[in-house]
C-alpha cells in the first residue's frame, strides 16, 4: 500500500479528527494487485511470439484431438446445387443451396447475396443455436427476427451463408432434431463438434467458390450453438478472416455441468470425454487456448453474466483477459474484444450492433468504416 501524499490528524479512538463512527474510514492510494488465476497457464513460460508459435503447435493438435478430426471422411467435390431463389426488397437475392458434406450426405443452406454488386464482397458464414429450423430462422422466415443474421447482413452489403446445423432442418433425424445416435453408429470415433466443424469449414468452400465472394474477406459469426461453432470453427480454419461469438455458453473448468460436453444422451458433443468427465479429469484443451489459436485473426466474443451459473460466466472475464494476453504478444490487441452484459442468452440490438460492426471493421475497406468531418 503506498501513500498519495495525503495524511488524516489522527483521534485516539483511530478515527480522523472531526470525523464520528457513522463515517467510513478513509481509503488510502494503492497500486493495482496483479490479477492472477487459473487461466494463468495459458501463457506460462512463454515470454516470446516464437515461444507461443512453438506452443500454438502443440495446442492446435491438442484441439485436432479433442473433435477427432483424424476421423472425418474425405472431402467430397461440391457438387453445388440452387434449389430455389427469391429476391427479397429487391435487395437481395435469397437462394436455397445443397451441396456435398460426406459421399453419401448433402447440406442444406440459404445462400443470400446483394442485388447490384460491382465488385466482389465480403462473404460470412452464419451460424444458428439450437433450433429445429435453424437455417430459416437465420434467414428471417420464422420465430425470432433478432436472429435473421443473414437477412440483416445481406442489407449491409454481404453475401451470406447459413447452413442447417446437421441434425436439423432438412436433415433430422426420425428421432427428432439434435438427437446425434445414428451419426454415432455411422461415426463412433468422430465426434459431433468435429462433425459440425467440418461441415462449416466446407460452407467455407461454397464462399470462396463464388465469384460474388472476396475469397479473403470471409467471416463467421453465431449464437448459442451457434456461438461454439464460430469459435470452433475459427481456430479449425485458417481461412476465416474475422469472428464474433454470441453467448458460446460454458468452458470445461469451473464449469459445474461439465457433463453436459460428454453426457450419454440426445445432442452428444465429445462422446469420448466422458469417462473422464465423470472420474473428474478435464481434456487437455481448455476454451482459452482454443480461442488464443484464432490469433492475430480478429474476434469478438459476446457473452452475459446471467447466461448460466453466474461464477461460471465471471470467470470466463478472467479467461477473456488472458486470451488478451496472447493478442498482446502479438501486437494486435485491437483484433481482440469482448463484450458482456446483463441480458441473459440473447441477441439484443446492441449485441448485434456490435456483431455487425466488428465484422465491417475487419472484413470491409477501411473507408467504409472512416469517420468524416461536417463539409461547410
Not at 94 to 102: A, F
Request: proline share 7%.
Amino acid at each position: 500500500m503506498r501513500s498519495c501524499g495525503m495524511s488524516y490528524p489522527v483521534s485516539l479512538i483511530g478515527l480522523p479528527v472531526g470525523a464520528t463512527t457513522a463515517d467510513p474510514p478513509p481509503r488510502p492510494c494503492s497500486d493495482p494487485p496483479a490479477i492472477e488465476s487459473s487461466w494463468d497457464d495459458l501463457l506460462e513460460g512463454i515470454s516470446s511470439v516464437d515461444e507461443w508459435h512453438e506452443h500454438r503447435s502443440v495446442l492446435k493438435r491438442r484441439f485436432l484431438d479433442l473433435i477427432r478430426d483424424d476421423r472425418k471422411p474425405d472431402r467430397p467435390p461440391l457438387d453445388f446445387e440452387i434449389l430455389e431463389s427469391t429476391v427479397i426488397d429487391e435487395v437481395y437475392t435469397r437462394q436455397l443451396v445443397s451441396y456435398n458434406v460426406e459421399t453419401d450426405e448433402r447440406a442444406h443452406a440459404y445462400l443470400g447475396t446483394p442485388l447490384g454488386m460491382a465488385d466482389p464482397v465480403p462473404g460470412v458464414v452464419a451460424l444458428h443455436g439450437t433450433y429445429a429450423q435453424g437455417k430459416e430462422r437465420v434467414a428471417g422466415l420464422v420465430d425470432n427476427p433478432d436472429k435473421a443474421y443473414l437477412d440483416h447482413l445481406c442489407r449491409r452489403g454481404y453475401v451470406v451463408i447459413a447452413p442447417d446445423h446437421f441434425v436439423a432442418g432438412h436433415r433430422i433425424p426420425p428421432e427428432g432434431s439434435y438427437e446425434t445416435g445414428r451419426f454415432y453408429e455411422k461415426h463412433p470415433e468422430w465426434t459431433a463438434v468435429g462433425k459440425f466443424t467440418y461441415e462449416h469449414s466446407i460452407a467455407v468452400d461454397v464462399l470462396q467458390s463464388l465469384d460474388a465472394v472476396a475469397s479473403d474477406r470471409i467471416g463467421v459469426l453465431g449464437h448459442s450453438l451457434g456461438g461454439h461453432g464460430t469459435l470452433f470453427l475459427s481456430a479449425y480454419d485458417d481461412r476465416v478472416a474475422a469472428a464474433a461469438g454470441n453467448c458460446g455458453g460454458a468452458f470445461f473448468r469451473h464449469n459445474p455441468g461439465v457433463e453436459a460436453w460428454g453426457r450419454d444422451r440426445w445432442y452428444i458433443y465429445l462422446k469420448h470425454i466422458r469417462p473422464g468427465l465423470l472420474s473428474g479429469t478435464l481434456p487437455p484443451i481448455d476454451f482459452h487456448e482454443i480461442m488464443a489459436l484464432i490469433a492475430p485473426r480478429p474476434f469478438l466474443d459476446l457473452s452475459a453474466l446471467n447466461d448460466g451459473n453466474p461464477l461460471t460466466q465471471r470467470q470466463r472475464l478472467l479467461m477473456l483477459m488472458r486470451v488478451m494476453d496472447v493478442y498482446e504478444l502479438e501486437q494486435v490487441p485491437e483484433n481482440f474484444a469482448f463484450y458482456v452484459h446483463g441480458r441473459g442468452h440473447s441477441v439484443a440490438h446492441e449485441s448485434r450492433e456490435l456483431l455487425y460492426g466488428w465484422l465491417d471493421t475487419h472484413l470491409k475497406p477501411a473507408e467504409t468504416t472512416a469517420t468524416r468531418l461536417v463539409a461547410e
